[in-house]
Every structure is written in C-alpha cells, then in structure tokens.
C-alpha cells in the first residue's frame, strides 16, 4: 500500500480556502486517490476521489498533478463547521476486489471564527 | 440509501470480559471492512471479507479478536478476553466497486469501547 505523508494540523479562518497537500510518491498505476473528512464521534465520511488532473464536487476539488506523486485537497470558502481531521488515502481502485485503505494521522484542520 | 449499521454504540466491560460488535453493511455492497480507531489516531484495518471470505486479517490479534460475516451479509466482531489497551471505536465499513472508477468506502457511526 502506497504510504502518505500530510500535515497534522492546519488553522484557518472563516470564508478562507484551505488546502491540504499530500504526497504519496509510490503510488501504483491503479491507485486512485480518495480523501475522508471525520467529525469527533462519527466515522470517516467520503469527500472527493480522483486518478488524474482536476476533480471537483459540491464540497471540494481535489488537484492531482501529471505525476501523481502528489495532491491537493481544496476546501473553498471554510466555515466553522469544516472543523475535522482530513485523511488522504490511495487505494487500488478501478473496481478491483482487493481493495484496501491505509489510514494514517490525518490532518487535523481548524476553523476558526 | 440507509448506511452502514452499527451496534452497540457504547460499550464498557471490565478487562477480561467479552464484547460483540455487530454490523449491517449497506445493501449489496460485497467488502465489509473493520476497523480499529484508538483516540488521537487514524482507524487501522483489522479485517476485510469479499462476502463471505476473508480478504485480509493480517492486523487482527487472532489470539482475542475474532469476526465473521455469515452469508455474506451481517458480520460480528469479538473480543475475548478484552485488554486495556482495546479500548477503541470499532468501526465498520462496506464498498462496493464503481463503475469505471475507484471503489469508496462507506462507514458507520462506530462503536465506542471502553475497557476498565
């Protein structure tokens, strides 16, 4: 399993964009790379997931450069309910039976007002 | 769509007693997941079924902890005898793969475990 590395933690203000950058320099060909956002008491819950250039959703947009060594998770515009523990993940995908997620520490984001 | 059921929520049990944890994945979905999270730290695999088999149990202390996921659907997780050092949210998750794309992982609310 492809290893991240991200920040622990990150300050933010209200209205700012935030992102998070997180390397995974041995990412394998079929890795697809997912970001989870998890709240005190609650399980991690899916943001965004990508493979190659730009992904973007209601919630966030995810950056991928040619290499895929790297990639960016951008929070637009963050309010104080953003606050939570972002992880990146890289996972074989492309409908593969074997897949599995290796969380690490996560960075924990705050928001504050 | 309902999501991944979880239960119990909260749990405590002295040390060397017994816990079950149960989990009702989301329908159809064939990969069931457990994970362990300890405070402070991200959740770490401890086995994963293709429905009803196992995929990967590498991380789970066989020696206490044992699951199963009978007829591919429900699945149980035990610890016997239970140690300090398990208390934890357990966490359940299902997946199933996307069309053309990678898979996502979907997980429940967590049952929170406190060993005394």
């Known amino acids: 399993l492809a290893k991240t590395t991200q920040p622990i933690s990150m300050d933010s203000y209200e209205g700012q964009e935030v992102n998070i950058t997180c390397s995974h320099n041995n990412i394998a060909t079929n890795d697809y790379i997912t970001w989870y956002q998890q709240f005190p008491s609650q399980g991690p819950r899916f943001i965004i997931q990508?493979?190659?250039t730009k992904v973007t959703n209601e919630v966030a947009s995810l950056f991928i450069p040619a290499d895929r060594k790297s990639s960016t998770l951008s929070l637009p515009r963050v309010s104080l309910s953003d606050t939570a523990v972002y992880y990146c993940l890289v996972g074989a995908g492309r409908g593969s039976n074997d897949y599995k997620l290796s969380f690490g520490a996560g960075t924990t984001v705050t928001v504050r007002a | 769509e309902a999501g991944v059921a979880q239960s119990p929520r909260y749990k405590i049990i002295e040390k060397r007693q017994s816990v079950a944890f149960w989990c009702n994945p989301i329908?159809?979905?064939?990969?069931l997941y457990w994970y362990q999270q300890i405070l402070g730290q991200g959740p770490k695999l401890l086995i994963q079924f293709q429905n009803n088999g196992v995929v990967d149990d590498s991380q789970l202390p066989k020696d206490r902890f044992s699951a199963e996921r009978l007829k591919g659907v429900d699945s149980t997780l035990k610890i016997q005898p239970a140690k300090l050092e398990d208390s934890a949210v357990y966490l359940c998750?299902?997946?199933?793969?996307?069309?053309?794309?990678?898979?996502?992982?979907?997980f429940g609310e967590g049952s929170w475990l406190t060993v005394v």
């Open positions: 998750a299902s997946s199933e793969p996307q069309g053309g794309g990678g898979n996502t992982i979907y």
């Open positions: 329908s159809g979905h064939a990969t």
């Open positions: 990508g493979y190659k």
